[in-house]
């Protein structure tokens, strides 16, 4: 299902997005840890299913509420077999003498990646103007067949509205999140790989110095100055975890004492020196090379 997401969201046609997924995939090294699976085909293809199903119900409306596209989109996934609600399974198990009839759970189906398409339909609609994933929004209670109209209206209408709400929340904390990291590493140069390193740290989660060198291209030298520019300004901390080193998002303030610029360019100023000296040489290096193939 990682791999499936990842592989999506890659292709995004909102850069911000799919540079994020490439960045994480390059840092969580999804696609290196196994061959290729039967599960993984399985996933692909129910990504593309939502896609099409999306296309489907995405009918032009009358205005930008996604309502009537939302209750074509159910009907269509109720009738899908890979979408659709299964039934409870109940197996017959023989115990000495008698024969007990166990319920068990029913299998539950992809809807995350009918969340991962939502978008689509809620831009087709003129109610979005970046298809981005609604993880939550669709439910299989929302599903069920013995629903009322009005009923199964408003359940989706809740999910969506959670699923919404919780996504205005993660904007409102990444804004937050933007003027801290202004304040903190503002005094960086532009091509600093520290803010980005934060910024992967804060939505994703801590990294060892390995996956900070895969994800960004840079040297094991590197992530120690970025590391410590991060602590000193009290953006990250170092923890070891099972004998690896880990950088952990610390989020600046939350103390009440944010740290100043100068506390955050007066311990790491070697270390930056050194970096900065060493991205200068590689840009002029980048630069006497360009009419090279």
């Known amino acids: 299902m990682v791999r499936a997401l990842l592989g999506e969201l890659s292709r995004h046609p909102w850069e911000p997005l799919a540079d994020a997924a490439q960045t994480i995939a390059l840092a969580a090294r999804f696609g290196a840890d196994r061959p290729?699976?039967?599960?993984?085909?399985?996933?692909?293809e129910a990504i593309g299913r939502a896609i099409t199903l999306m296309k489907q119900a995405g009918a032009d409306d009358e205005t930008p509420l996604p309502f009537a596209g939302l209750a074509r989109l159910h009907a269509l996934l109720r009738a899908d077999p890979r979408f659709?609600?299964?039934?409870?399974?109940?197996?017959?198990?023989?115990?000495?003498n008698r024969a007990v009839a166990i319920e068990q759970a029913a299998t539950r189906t992809p809807l995350w990646a009918v969340d991962a398409a939502l978008g689509r339909l809620l831009t087709a609609s003129g109610a979005w103007a970046r298809a981005l994933p609604c993880p939550g929004a669709v439910t299989a209670q929302t599903l069920q067949p013995q629903l009322w109209?009005?009923?199964?209206?408003?359940?989706?209408a809740r999910s969506l509205q959670r699923?919404?709400?919780?996504?205005?929340?993660?904007?409102?904390?990444?804004?937050?999140?933007?003027?801290l990291m202004r304040e903190q590493l503002g005094h960086l140069?532009?091509?600093?790989?520290?803010?980005?390193v934060w910024i992967l740290l804060a939505g994703f989660a801590p990294l060892g110095l390995d996956q900070i060198t895969w994800a960004f291209g840079i040297s094991r030298r590197g992530t120690y100055a970025?590391?410590?520019?991060?602590?000193?300004a009290r953006m990250a901390r170092?923890?070891?975890?099972?004998?690896?080193?880990?950088?952990?998002?610390?989020?600046?303030g939350r103390d009440g004492q944010p740290a100043s610029l100068d506390q955050a360019t007066a311990l790491p100023?070697?270390?930056?020196?050194?970096?900065?000296?060493?991205m200068g040489e590689i840009d002029r290096l980048l630069a006497g090379s360009s009419g090279h193939p």
């Open 36 to 44: 290729m699976q039967a599960e993984d085909a399985l996933a692909e």
């Open 84 to 96: 659709a609600p299964l039934e409870r399974a109940v197996q017959i198990r023989s115990f000495g």
């Open 149 to 156: 109209p009005g009923e199964r209206a408003m359940l989706a």
């Open 163 to 179: 699923s919404v709400t919780r996504l205005a929340e993660l904007v409102a904390q990444a804004r937050r999140r933007a003027v």
């Open 189 to 196: 140069r532009s091509s600093a790989r520290a803010p980005q």
């Open 226 to 232: 970025i590391g410590d520019a991060l602590v000193a």
């Open 238 to 252: 170092r923890e070891t975890v099972k004998g690896k080193a880990l950088l952990v998002v610390e989020e600046p």
């Open 269 to 278: 100023h070697a270390a930056l020196a050194e970096f900065d000296a060493a």
